[in-house]
């Protein structure tokens, strides 16, 4: 059973950047779709971005494509959300996801991810 383990929240002002890093513990990044989500209070967990396992192509809710970027570095085995000219509204704990590689199911999926990190706050200031 992968474990995956996100860092690199904080607090931020509206315009900002923020890079958050996701480790899979003892396995290759490269190996999995990999995702990141976020939960604002009182919301329900929403799809930011995810990175297929076999192309690499990253998918991008709407309300970030522009904005932030997934990336992943296979000899680190770290992934990545860069997120740029950040909003209030961009507030929420973040967490990084990971599942086998399945490609005719939607990355957008929470369910079909299989392990989940902890979550890392994001707070972005007016």
């Known amino acids: 059973q992968v474990h995956v383990e996100e860092s690199g929240g904080g607090l931020v002002q509206a315009g900002g950047s923020l890079r958050l890093s996701c480790t899979p513990s003892?396995?290759?990044?490269?190996?999995?779709?990999m995702g990141w989500f976020r939960q604002a209070l009182g919301k329900e967990r929403a799809f930011v971005s995810a990175?297929?396992?076999?192309?690499?192509?990253?998918y991008y809710s709407d309300s970030v494509k522009g904005r932030f970027t997934i990336s992943r570095d296979n000899a680190a085995n770290m992934l990545y959300l860069q997120m740029s000219s950040l909003k209030p509204e961009d507030t929420a704990v973040y967490y990084c996801a990971a599942r086998n590689p399945a490609p005719e199911r939607d990355y957008a999926s929470a369910d079909s991810y299989t392990a989940w990190g902890q979550g890392t706050q994001v707070t972005v200031s007016s």
């Open positions: 003892g396995r290759m990044v490269s190996a999995y779709d």
């Open positions: 990175i297929s396992w076999i192309s690499a192509r990253p």
